[in-house]
């Protein structure tokens, strides 16, 4: 998505007005970006609290500015910066964090962001976006370049299944019809998903859901299809995210505060490792159990 | 009695009536960078300057030194510290002119300082961003590596100034992390540093008169509780309140 979100960058940019810091990060993705903003595009180096307070005093300044680097090195570092300097400024500074959730695999659990969107989401004014497929990049980053408060995009991996066309970009899009369970996906787990559904009968799969924008505070911008889905089916969330300030926790208060319980609930996230040892994403995603199989057993749906 | 003096005594009578009507602390950590924000504000900074107060809790300092400019209203300073204020115990996000960032915790205002001072390079704006720490707040490692970045980015449009008061929330600066050579520390980081009498006028005056093409720092030694005999360099009035009979003795002195 590093390429896609790079383009949409370069496509950005149509003043002075637009500044990007990276953290020293961007290697082979960055460098069209690099090259059309010039002066504009700033290599902080290995220093993200100061980079985070730099573009909070850039924006002062009236700024567009979106800060980069790999997500954990984005949020939890410089967390006190981003919450003091940004947030309770209401600066519409944009962060990226590149790898959510295990998306840096063996690299190790310094480089996994399992609490990201949720830890940001306490913080007043952020938004979160989660862009499932590189097709969705451009409409993010434009509707992120839009709005006039913070927030926070996570890049993952692109798992879109061949041969399928994507919906244009929106904070719900139902991926496949199913006569079974909602299934809600946030970012791109819903790749593996949709794959996995393919091959399943539309009667009996569950009806797939994936959800890009965070977080989901009224009830009255669920589609109507979902909710009476969910009232009728039940409703399953998977996401690569830990359990404290998932979409899980917040769908589950919102819909209990809403008057519906689910007949069935189950609630897919991120475990963090379970085995001690480290490995591919694919590898953490089975130990936590978000493969589109393993949810499908623990729904009781046959294969 | 010079204009500076006679704005000086006024101006710590004003915090210190302002503190004692709050009950609140932090009054020697104000006292010691007072005449600095005032000197700045009435001598040093144009119209197209920002101050940045990196060592936010002498926020009471930087409302009186506004009240002073006619920034700030008699009826604002009324309300430090009460419920239903602005002017909160540290300076508040983007509600108040002349505070164009809120800080308090340690560390912030120097990095964000470094970021208004880049966007105004970049746009080949004027004005300078002056930026006032305190000394303790050398031990947070995102102070250095904002140095690193004006540095880099050459900003010479970046004044920075250390409350050098030696005491810090639990003990001496030299005790807690001793930094005798901040200005050697300073130099090594690419600011050009002078050491200046932080009460005296004579001295301050010298923040005019650096070059502008270098990137500035001024230590300023300073007292903390000056002007107070019996809060002077006393860690204690980092955090005490003034009781009725000391608020009668330290006005009592300040206007003998």
């Known amino acids: 998505m590093r390429s896609a979100a790079c383009n949409a960058w370069v496509n950005c940019v149509t ?124 409409e993010v980053v434009d509707r992120m370049h839009q709005i006039d408060h913070p927030g926070y995009l996570r890049l993952g991996r692109c798992e879109q299944p061949p041969d399928q066309e994507v919906e244009a970009f929106s904070p719900w899009r139902r991926l496949v019809r199913g006569g079974g369970i909602s299934v809600i996906l946030v970012g791109p787990l819903a790749g593996p998903f949709w794959q996995h559904m393919l091959s399943m009968t539309e009667s009996t799969r569950p009806d797939l859901w994936v959800l890009g924008e965070l977080p989901v505070t009224d ?29 899980g926790q917040q769908l589950a208060a919102l819909l209990m505060g809403g008057g519906f319980t689910p007949p069935q609930f189950l609630h897919c996230y991120a475990k963090g490792y379970p085995s001690g040892t480290y490995g591919s994403q694919s590898f953490h995603r089975r130990e936590s159990g978000l493969e589109p199989g393993q949810v499908m057993e623990a729904l009781g749906i046959a294969p | 009695m010079s204009f500076f003096a006679k704005l000086r005594q006024e101006a710590r009578c004003r915090l210190l009536q302002m503190h004692y009507d709050a009950g609140v602390g932090h009054i020697g950590g104000n006292l010691s960078a007072l005449d600095a924000m005032l000197y700045l504000h009435h001598y040093v900074m144009s119209t197209e300057d920002q101050f940045v107060l990196s060592k936010g809790h002498a926020a009471g300092a930087l409302y009186v030194t506004l009240w ?40 912030h205002g120097l990095p964000m300082a470094c970021g208004m001072a880049l966007a105004r390079k970049l746009r080949k704006q004027p004005g300078r961003i002056f930026c006032l720490c305190s000394d303790g707040e050398w031990q947070e490692g995102s102070n250095w590596e904002a140095l690193i970045f004006a540095r880099h980015h050459n900003l010479s449009n970046l004044v920075v100034l250390v409350d050098v008061n030696g005491l810090q929330g639990f003990g001496s600066t030299q005790a807690v992390a001793s930094m005798n050579d901040l200005g050697k520390h300073m130099e090594a980081f690419g600011l050009r ?29 300073t007292v903390k509780g000056k002007g107070i005999s019996f809060m002077e360099n006393r860690l204690e009035w980092h955090y005490l309140p003034l009781d009725e009979a000391s608020y009668r003795q330290a006005l009592a002195e300040l206007n003998s």
């Open chain 2, 193 to 221: 540093t002078r050491e200046l009498e932080g009460h005296l006028e004579a001295s301050l005056e010298q923040i005019n008169t650096g070059s502008v093409e270098d990137r500035w720092c001024y230590l300023l030694q």
């Open chain 1, 15 to 138: 003043d002075g007005e637009f500044l990007f810091l990276t953290g020293d990060l961007g290697y082979n993705a960055l460098e069209p970006l690099r090259e059309r903003l010039g002066d504009r595009f700033i290599n902080a180096g290995v220093a993200e609290q100061n980079m985070v307070s730099v573009g909070a005093g850039l924006a002062i300044e009236g700024m567009n500015v979106w800060i980069y680097s790999i997500a954990p090195f984005c949020y939890a570092r410089p967390f006190e910066q981003i919450r003091n300097d940004i947030c309770q400024h209401r600066l519409p500074v944009k962060l990226v964090g590149n790898g959510g959730g295990y998306g840096y695999g063996a690299q190790g659990a310094s480089h996994h962001a399992l609490e990201d969107y949720g830890a940001l989401l306490t913080l007043p004014g952020m938004r979160a976006f989660v862009p499932a497929f590189s097709v969705d990049v451009e």
């Open chain 1, 219 to 247: 009830i009255s911008n669920m589609p109507p299809d979902l909710l009476n889905n969910i009232a009728a089916n039940g409703l399953c969330v998977v996401e690569e995210h830990g359990l404290q300030g998932s979409v």
């Open chain 2, 68 to 107: 002073s400019r006619g920034i700030l209203q008699e009826s604002d300073l009324c309300s430090f510290h009460n419920d239903g204020t602005l002017l909160s115990g540290h300076p508040p996000p983007g509600c108040l002119e002349g505070v164009p960032v809120a800080t308090g915790s340690l560390g």
